[in-house]
């Protein structure tokens, strides 16, 4: 794709605004009606999609030219969905997200990156991941684990722990626990220690799709040699990658599971048994990746017909990514499974979840968007009176931990997982 | 254009923070990007004239503030709240002017429960002021346009008409107290607001400009900056928070048991207009529209029916379209309203059911069953409760443009809608427009409370990124205002829409030919009195002293009041 395919969503952009709200019939109160991070910090109609399109327009027609404020007004977005659902709530010939991702690639293309990126890019391509840890102790966190090292055996599935479990200290317990609980139900499962590299969606989000292609490249690979035909991950960035851009950009035909999707399935047919009750109230936090965007991801390549005169529609029909269909029960229902545990949900849910502010590069970008994003969730976290707010995604939880250090609402933050593993007893294992 | 010294950009960062203005051209340019632009501008532009700059005022002060440096600096002012239209931008390209977007200034100031009146900031938007007067047992109107449109700009501003209009009054009958920045920069408060009384009455004790500021048409920001307003509340028997079922797009909001859901068809617009008397007559009903037929008759339940489905294209409406049992349908819902009944007992629900019921049966009119089960009720509930799907105006291609809509009784709106569907039928030929049928037309029950009097808009769909299908729309645009003339009925929307494109004096050798010319000179005079300086835009309509008496005289000058043709 290219900038100028998406002229046509740009032409019809009626610039109605739906995108800086979630669906209009989920608003339940003035507070929380707001969908759109980037506009609440940026201000000016170019932080929202359709002005970013508009953007694009202006941009590709020569009435304007890359300045700061352009640059600013482009990548300050977490790239959260929202407006691509809003957006779709009454267009079927529209693509704001695909089509803002596809300004930063030109912007990239053309130079105009963001410097405050350039060091986590720089780890990625040489240590293989966005935290700016050395490659080789990515598989640290697993030492202690008995389970099959993939770049020696073979397996059908492979567990991918992603960046921030394997380095992030205060996380990474869920990635052992994920895999002790994949070990008990039987599951032929491996890991991949140091060669597992990032998925490399944060660098697509960033705008650098290249970057996205050697990690697809690199590990497609050595799933392959490991004999890999399912990935599990219980990281909802690296599960939107593999099961989205992977097939999309790479034609990658492996099986993807989040954690919390297999677990459920494990519960519901009768697999796993929770002994322990944990009495808690809680509230679940649905991560971009996992939710409006974890839909299945259809192959497409076709064109724009015209339909009654003037209506379009696509030959063959295109796939429809509206946010109906995004991981959103699983995790709920294995919360609900868990002996003691009360969910609550905070207004914004589901497809109209509030972003936890880390996605799109802003958390690494644009440190104080990021964090008021947070800010903002956990405000309506506390609001539902919930002692917990508890997400799929180390992403999140580690953007609303480090909300709560800086003086948001203090909730503890938890991972699915972890309540599965005091579900289970295991947790201090872990 | 005009040079603007920098100066007045810096005076204008010193007042709202330099992070509160741009003149970037880019960002300029998303400001500049407009609904309907294409349809009016030179090559069929989608930009209306860039603004000099984008101003985002937090308080009344710094919006009377701004407007005083544009006074000195001689910068046109214009205000948008949503900034959905192209009369939102400035108008010209000669002519530098601030745009104000009003979003930051976006408080519900007070619900005052017991008088039913709210008091909002500019960028509070419907759905916002909805979801909290319904928790206290109480609704506001939400206009055609939508719950994503500003109170403050539908009741000051513009039209101010919704489905529920029919009950709760149009948002221009319910505006109360006013908060206003006139292009000069003074604070008008008016009706009771002005007197230190509190919000609750737009007559005084004070003054009473409403037909000044908004009149039957609003002012469409073309005299200056409305900053807060007050509007009527209306009672609410629903649940306090509205809570919707099933997935995207067409989520069902489950119908209480003291509210009725129906679609109702009529065997001719004869029929329609007749029902509505009945209905009328009879004081039942809450909303009142004529929602679906926006798709187009032909069209209308397969698209509907497709919508229904979270996973529904496109593709499965052509399919749909093809289907004898949807067109069964089609047929049935062909001259078809929606109409919801609140009961405020189980006793009252049901007799309004009965009285309806009966009505029906008396009119022969009749219930478009597949459009009353289950499921398509509570779609409709939902739709018309909220209006948070309006961007389907747009649905087909992203281009839709209302023609027609001239307000009247039944009998009177009856009587032009023929002209209107034959019309449409006719420009439809080209294949250039959404072919849907001719009778694409939609209309809200009531423009005014109480109802007895509404209007239907054709729903022309166009393709904004093809410039023949642009063109088409152009056509149909100027076929209908010649279609009104040969048949003797008002100009509608679409004559509105296309002046924005013109000279001020071709719009002023129209007006001159209007009756009633005391109106516009007296608007003149309401100017020169508030904006001395020119600062507004035409959307505030008036005529120069002697226009059309004489030869028109055209010089740069005529922008302003005061300059009159005459003196010149
Ligand atoms: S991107 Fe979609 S929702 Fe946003 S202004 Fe454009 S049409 Fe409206
Ligand atoms: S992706 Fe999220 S932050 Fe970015 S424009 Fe859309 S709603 Fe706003």
Redesign the pocket.
Known sequence: MALEDFRADAMRCTRCTY??WIPFDLVKSERFAK?????EAGQFHA???GG?LVTALSLMDGRSTVTEKVKDSVFK????????VSCKMCRYDME??AA?RELRFHLVEKGHTLPQLEPVLESLRTEFNMLQKPADERGDWAKKLKVKDLTKEKAEVVFHAGCRYSFDGDLSHVARLSVRILQEAGVDVGILGEAEHCCGGRAYGMGYKIDLMHSADHNLRTWKAAGVKTVVTPCAECFHTFKRLYAAEAGSAVEVVHMVQFVDRLVKEGKLRFTKAVPMTVTYHDP?HLGRQGEDHVPWDGVEKKIFGQAVAYDPPRPRYSGAFGVYEPPRDVLKAIPGIRLVEMERNREAAW?CGAG?GSREAYPDFSRATANERMEEAAGTGAEAIVSACPWCERNFSDAVEGGAEPMKVLDVISLVGRALGIEQEA | MKEISRDAYRAIEDIVGPEHVTDDPALLDSYAFQWLAELVRPNLSHYMPRPWAVVMPKSTEEVAAVTKVCNKYGVKVKPISTGWYHWAAPLKDDEPTVQFDMRRMNRILEIDEKNMVAVVETGVICAQLQAEVMKRGLNINIIGAGCSTSIVASASAYFGGGPSSYFLGSNSDNLLGQEWVTPAGDVIRTGSLSSGCGWFCGEGPGPSPRAITRGSLGTRGGLGVFTKCAVKLGPWEGPPVLEPKGKPPAYRLPIPESFRVYTVGTPSFEALANIYYEIYDNAIGYIFHRQFNLAGADLAAALWLTYLDPKGTMNDVETRSKDPEVGKISDEARVSFQIILQGRSTADIELQDRILDEIIRRTGCFKVERFCEQDFAEFTNMYLQRMGHKHCNFIWVGGYMGSWMQPGTPDFVKGYVKTAIDGFERDQKSGLLVECGGDAMMGCGSTLGGGGFFALEQFVSYDPNDDDSVRACIKHMEDAIEDCKKNGIPLGKEYLYLQIGWTDERIWNDLAKMPQQFVLNFQRKIKEALDPNGLGDRNYPWIPEGWGKEKPIVTAEAGKPGKSAAAR
Do not use: E, K, N, V
């Open positions: 995108c800086r969908g759109c991070p980037s506009i932080y929202t999609a970013r977005c977490t790239l959260c969905g929202q407006c691509d704001p997200l803002m971009c972003c799109g």
